[in-house]
């Protein structure tokens, strides 16, 4: 038997057609979603959160994907630790709550306790052969860039941090996220795999049937162009829109801000990352329902210049930056047919929620869109599970969903 049958997986990649949506097994089979995690997800840098969450020496929080937990934790002043949450002893999960402080981590089954570093600290009536030096939580791969908490959960080496977020890091400055803060957190759980959470959000075509806020906030011939950033609509949208862009980027340029495009990964790249600056469009200043600013300007802004930042880490951590706040997304599966959608709304370090922001206003825009992306993902996937679900063409406004899944299938194969 030939090795390609011996894998039905390599079968059901082979009979993928190009332009078209998945087959139901990748949307819904256990040993795929299996596959997802330990061979795509793993390989990547995932965001997490936003340091300002871990202040204080002890602070930590649970991140949860697949059957893993991690503890992320403030070690010290300069350090976040991550640990793998599984007790060296039998096996049980060592912490429980979902956030909270700790001068150390004792499990609850029968006692032993770690030290914020993942070392372990005791564990009683222990033969006198046992070596506690050698029995520390298992570590989780952790980086921190510009006040972003990134993790990756790969067994052995990770990719290389560096040569793929160093090109963020100019832009991440320049908003001032190192010193910026969390102003409001949301959970927008969905009851669908992974990949129909991304491919959701990296198109455009639902936005005029699905979101009314988000389009009364964007125009119409932006959201067609660049609804979900360079490469996501018709070239012809594009080549229409082009005058407006240059137009504007010459205006941000002078402000001295950034604008333009830096990246945008292709589908042979390892993480699928982009990195993008164009308008919000029309007269709005930043994206409120009236148009008018939210919050202070962040960072090293001189004025509100219209503009808003994609920063595409991977296919499930995004990052969308207007002048006064950002929006930080993180997808992650749960189990096959559950994601996490959590969302963090930041704002500049100094600024105090009723005086400088109302949360209201801040959130406005994007959570009736994640409300409304929430229903119309549920409702694809049910329609997935049924015998009459085959794959579907992509539109030309859904060229980002084709290229994201060319990516996937090569990361699987
Ligand atoms: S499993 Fe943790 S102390 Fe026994
Ligand atoms: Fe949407």
Known sequence: MSAILKDPLQLLIAAQQPGQSLAQSFYCDLAVYERDLEQVLSRQWLVVDHISRIPNRGDYFLFDIGNESIIVVREDETKIGAFFNVCRH???????DAEGHKGAFTCPYHAWTYNLDGSLRSARLMPADF??????LHRCHVRVLEGFIFLCLAQGTPPDFDSAYQPFADWLGFHGFANARVAERRSYSTAANWKLVVENFIECYHCAPAHPEYCSVHPPELLLAYGAGPGSGP?????????????WEVRARTLGHPA??????????????????LPIGGTHKTETHDGEPASK???????FDGGETA???????YLLAQNDFAILFRFTPRAPLLTDVEVRWIVAGDTEAGRDYDVGNLTWCWDVTLKQDKKITEDNQVGILSSRYQPGRYSEHERRVSTFVDWYLRQLA
Not at 90 to 96: A, E, I, T, W
């Open 90 to 96: 039998r096996g049980s999960r060592v912490c429980l």
């Open 131 to 136: 070596d506690k030096g050698v029995n520390g």
């Open 235 to 247: 070239p012809e949208a594009e080549e229409r829109f082009a005058r407006e862009l240059a137009d």
């Open 260 to 277: 333009g495009f830096l990246f945008s990964d292709a589908a042979d790249s390892p993480h699928l990352r982009t990195l993008v600056r």
């Open 297 to 303: 300007l962040m960072g090293q802004f001189k004025e």
């Open 311 to 317: 920063f595409v880490f991977n296919a499930v951590s």
